[in-house]
Each structure stands twice: as structure tokens, then as C-alpha cells.
């Protein structure tokens, strides 16, 4: 693709920020910094706090991530590695389409459809939200998607069979780490240089996945926030740690 490894940082501008992460410019028009802050929110950022190390655990985690993903021959926005908080990303324009797999009922399956978090489904299922913080991430299904011009049909069974290979790929990969992946919600998007190159973007952390220790079922991810239950940020180090073993 031609891009830079290492751009001048002098030249870089915010150019958004999000709950989680901040985009910079940098001197490759194609690339962008990308910074994980140590914000934690849940519940559509009703419930809001700083977590020291937070931005680090995640960077380091989703970098592992999606050198793993990269190597099994997923397409990602990820350049290079550049620091404790930040990556270097290819610029895409993110699709509004949050894509949930699902391997084990919890969350909000369980709630809306009344089945006991824990139970494990026949095979994975996946979902669409249409991404828009304002009318609360709705649910919607492929026609939806056309029709609010977020993705076409066939982009569609394209992001679903690239999530399904995620999966697998990912379940395996947490194994080796005594975790058992129950759910996880990823991004795409399509390049700058190239909008009809769709590729897996954002991050893929504890903060998007459901994460629960094998051996004792404890859960190893952002739950420990939403639900309060305390020793959010040991659950991150402690997943960080077994990956990188
Ligand atoms: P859910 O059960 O609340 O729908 O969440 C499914 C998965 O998606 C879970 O692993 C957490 C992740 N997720 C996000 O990454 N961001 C979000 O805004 C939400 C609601 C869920
Ligand atoms: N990411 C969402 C928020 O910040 C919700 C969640 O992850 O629970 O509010």
C-alpha cells in the first residue's frame, strides 16, 4: 500500500474523539494516529470514569489482536505499532454498523429474549446495530442496512462471513488463554485511498468483548465496569498478561 511507517508527528491534528479513542492526522494523508484514552463508559456514556492504564491494557491487547488476525489473512486498518497508547491506522470511513457474534447468551440477548446469560447457542450468531449514539445503537437486520445506505447486500454477507472467520479464529486464540469468548462487537470500514476495500477497524479489547475465565467462570472484561463488580482494570492486566504469553 506505500504508506509511511513512522510520519512526522509535528504535523498532527485532532480530527475526532470518541468515548474510548482520539484520531490524529499525521503526515501521510492515508494515515492516522490513533489514541486510547483511559475513559470508561457504558450504558451509552451514562456512566462515565477514568481508569489509569486503561488506554494501555486496550492498545496492547487489540495490537496483539489484529497482528493475530492480519497473520490468519484479515484485512485490517492497523500500520504499525507506535507507542504505550497509540497505533498507527490506515484512514477509512468507518460503516454504521456495529457487527455483534454472538457464541454464549448474555448481555443484551438475554434481556431481550429471556434466556439464562450462560447458555451456549448451536452455532454463532450474528447481528447488526446501525451506529448512532443519538437513537441508541438500534438493531436492525441487512435490509435496514441497504436501506440507510450503510452497506449493500452483498457488502453485507461479505462483513457477516469476515465476522463469522473472526470468530473462530478469535475463540481459539482466547482459548490458548484459558478464556472462553462469548460475544464481541467489531467495526469496518472502508479505506481513503480505496472506499470499496472494506476493512476490519477500531479496536478489539475487553471493552468489545465478553471474556470469561474457563476454569472459574469469572468474567475478564467491561461487565466487571457495567455491572460494578469491581477489579475492572486487574481483569484487563490479567488478559493482557495470558496473551502475551
Ligand atoms: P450486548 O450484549 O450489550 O449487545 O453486547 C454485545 C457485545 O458487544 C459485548 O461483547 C459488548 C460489545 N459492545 C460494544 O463493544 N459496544 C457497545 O456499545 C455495546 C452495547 C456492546
Ligand atoms: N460503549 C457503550 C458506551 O460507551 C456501551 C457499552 O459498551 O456498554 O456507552
Not at 451514562?46 to 491487547?61: H, L, P, Q, S, Y
Amino acid at each position: 500500500m506505500g504508506v509511511k511507517k513512522h510520519p512526522t508527528y509535528k504535523t498532527m491534528e485532532p480530527i475526532y474523539e470518541g468515548k474510548a479513542k482520539r484520531l490524529f492526522t499525521t503526515d501521510d494523508p492515508n494515515v492516522l494516529r490513533m489514541e486510547y484514552k483511559d475513559s470508561a463508559t457504558a450504558f451509552n456514556g451514562v456512566k462515565k470514569e477514568d481508569f489509569e492504564n486503561k488506554g494501555r491494557f486496550n492498545k496492547a491487547i487489540t495490537l496483539i489482536i489484529y497482528r493475530m488476525l492480519e497473520s490468519k489473512g484479515v484485512k485490517t486498518h492497523l500500520v504499525d505499532d507506535v507507542d504505550d497508547i497509540n497505533l498507527l491506522v490506515k484512514k477509512v470511513s468507518i460503516m454504521p454498523l456495529e457487527v455483534i457474534v454472538r457464541n454464549v447468551a448474555a448481555g443484551s440477548f438475554s434481556k431481550r429474549m429471556g434466556v439464562t446469560e450462560g447458555t451456549a447457542f448451536k452455532k454463532p450468531i450474528v447481528e447488526f446495530s446501525y451506529k448512532d449514539d443519538s437513537l441508541g445503537d438500534p438493531f436492525i437486520n441487512d435490509d435496514y442496512a441497504r436501506e440507510m445506505g450503510a452497506a449493500s447486500e452483498e457488502e453485507c454477507a461479505y462483513i457477516k462471513s469476515v465476522a463469522l472467520l473472526i470468530n473462530e479464529t478469535l475463540k481459539e486464540f482466547f482459548l490458548t488463554a484459558n478464556l472462553r469468548l462469548i460475544d464481541f462487537k467489531i467495526e469496518f470500514g472502508r479505506l481513503a485511498e480505496d472506499p470499496s476495500v472494506i476493512v476490519l477497524a477500531d479496536e478489539i479489547s475487553p471493552d468489545t468483548c465478553r471474556l470469561w475465565d474457563v476454569t472459574t467462570g469469572k468474567k475478564m472484561d467491561k461487565d466487571r465496569f457495567r455491572q460494578g463488580l469491581g477489579g475492572f482494570m486487574e481483569a484487563y492486566d490479567e488478559v493482557l498478561s495470558r496473551l502475551q504469553k
